[in-house]
């Protein structure tokens, strides 16, 4: 088979009624909902399948809901077609999508990666309660210019590049007030459009300090082992395999910048020939397709 690498999705990516089919149909989907039910001390499940969306899309829920809800997927995966997993020669994850790329590596066991999920949802939902911020998909620019149109925005409040997702399409991130004056300026430079993502932080910028100490603290006391097959981090764009380059990483990726677009060129590079994205949504599959429309990637559904 061709080289292949399993990508994860991020925050976003859920949406009510998610994992239902797979729980029903798949009791190894189900044991990890009723694990993390006990980790957690509620039910994960009812959540992700009747909601409501207003906590769905709450970060400290969202966070484990995705993680859980694309490593059911996983075992879908493993269920139907069993022979893709042996091709697997590299994985990544969107931002939170990277601990479910760590635990199929054998980086985390599922029980550590969900308390660290957990934790990690719970530091950066205090950090947004703090300072209450946004998040905004600006589609046509350039990143020079996304940065120049931030620098104008910045005015309103601090707001930032958060995530280089693809080709002319960059999340900025920031305080409500820069977001929102950085969807009114935008035509003035450009863009074809702006989204506001379904996420209640601006994260990936300094406002999410001191999430990044409280996950330190966590990624301390967990036990990370070497990975099994290479890790492709947000923070560089490249592979890691040794547990403590990882563990760092992990820290700097709170704050730091998402180099999506540059981990899926350097892993087109590498020679991977077909990508599977396993969980929740589509969005993976279709930034991939605009940096190159003829590579196959195939969905396996949460």
């Known amino acids: 088979m061709a080289a292949t690498a399993f990508l994860f999705p991020g925050q976003g990516a859920q949406s009510v009624g998610m994992a239902k089919e797979l729980c029903a149909a798949l009791p190894a989907a189900r044991r990890l909902f009723d694990e993390a039910q006990a980790i957690l001390g509620y039910d994960l499940l009812d959540v992700c399948v009747n909601g409501p969306t207003e906590r769905l899309d709450s ?6 809901a995705i993680f859980v809800a694309s490593l059911a997927a ?5 269920a139907t077609k069993p022979e893709v997993e042996a091709a ?3 994985t990544a994850g969107l931002s939170l999508g990277e601990y479910t790329a760590l635990v199929f590596a054998g980086v985390l066991e599922f029980p550590d990666g969900l308390r ?3 934790q990690r949802g719970a530091a950066m939902q205090a950090a947004a309660d703090a300072t209450p911020g946004a998040m905004v998909s600006v589609l046509g620019l350039s990143e020079e210019q ?4 931030c620098l104008r925005a910045q005015a309103a409040g601090l707001v930032q590049i958060a995530n280089l997702l693809g080709p002319n399409n960059i999340v900025v991130s920031g305080t409500k007030a820069a977001c929102d004056e950085v969807e009114r300026l935008a035509p003035e430079f ?5 989204v506001r993502l379904k996420v209640a932080g601006a994260f990936h910028t300094d406002i999410m300090r001191p999430a990044d100490e409280k996950l330190a603290a966590a990624l301390a006391a967990c036990r990370l082992r070497p990975a ?3 890790v492709w981090s947000n923070v560089d764009g490249q592979p890691h395999t040794e547990p403590e380059e990882i563990r760092a990483l992990l820290i700097r990726q709170v704050l730091q910048p998402v180099l999506w677009e540059q981990t899926m060129r350097n892993l087109l590079a590498a020679g991977i020939q077909q990508f599977y994205e396993i969980g929740p949504g589509r969005v993976l599959a279709g ?3 605009r940096i190159d429309r003829k590579i196959p990637v195939e969905n396996i559904a949460a």
């Open 88 to 90: 697997v020669v590299a």
């Open 59 to 64: 970060t400290v829920v969202s966070q484990p």
């Open 146 to 149: 996304t940065a120049q149109l």
């Open 116 to 118: 660290l999920v957990q």
């Open 190 to 194: 450009g863009a074809m459009k702006t």
């Open 287 to 289: 930034l991939l397709k």
């Open 228 to 230: 099994r097959l290479p």
């Open 74 to 78: 996983l075992e879908h995966l493993r």
